[in-house]
């Protein structure tokens, strides 16, 4: 199951607004911040619910100036395996990719 979205937006602004009012996650929104705002070329973390485990992940990649990534894992047996690797794109949990062109900060 694997998505991916492009966007292209015309500011850092405007992504803040997408993840607000499409991803509408507080989790994702303070990852996304860290490599916005802070500068930082990555930025992931390990959440876990009550029925499943996710992953976040944001990051700049080549010309990609933001690319997000959210897997998804409902068994919660990937856990400890996360810990330690964090998964990747032959994970057949991965649930969405977003990658986003931004013209200026």
């Given at each position: 199951?694997?998505?991916?979205?492009?966007?292209?937006?015309?500011?850092?602004?405007?992504?803040?607004?997408?993840?607000?009012?499409?991803?509408?996650?507080?989790?994702?929104?303070?990852?996304?911040?860290?490599?916005?705002?802070?500068?930082?070329?990555?930025?992931?973390?390990?959440?876990e619910n009550e029925d499943?485990?996710?992953?976040?992940?944001?990051?700049?990649?080549?010309?990609?100036?933001?690319?997000?990534?959210?897997?998804?894992?409902?068994?919660?047996?990937?856990?400890?395996?996360?810990?330690?690797?964090?998964?990747?794109?032959?994970?057949?949990?991965?649930?969405?990719?977003?990658?986003i062109e931004v013209k200026?900060?």
């Amino acid at each position: 199951m694997h998505k991916r979205v492009f966007k292209r937006l015309e500011n850092y602004k405007a992504v803040e607004e997408y993840f607000k009012d499409e991803i509408k996650d507080k989790n994702a929104l303070d990852l996304m911040k860290k490599v916005l705002f802070d500068e930082e070329d990555e930025a992931y973390s390990l959440i876990e619910n009550e029925d499943s485990i996710r992953f976040l992940k944001f990051y700049r990649s080549g010309s990609c100036e933001l690319c997000y990534e959210e897997y998804i894992d409902k068994s919660k047996e990937k856990f400890e395996m996360w810990k330690k690797n964090p998964p990747n794109f032959r994970d057949q949990a991965l649930k969405l990719e977003i990658i986003i062109e931004v013209k200026e900060k």
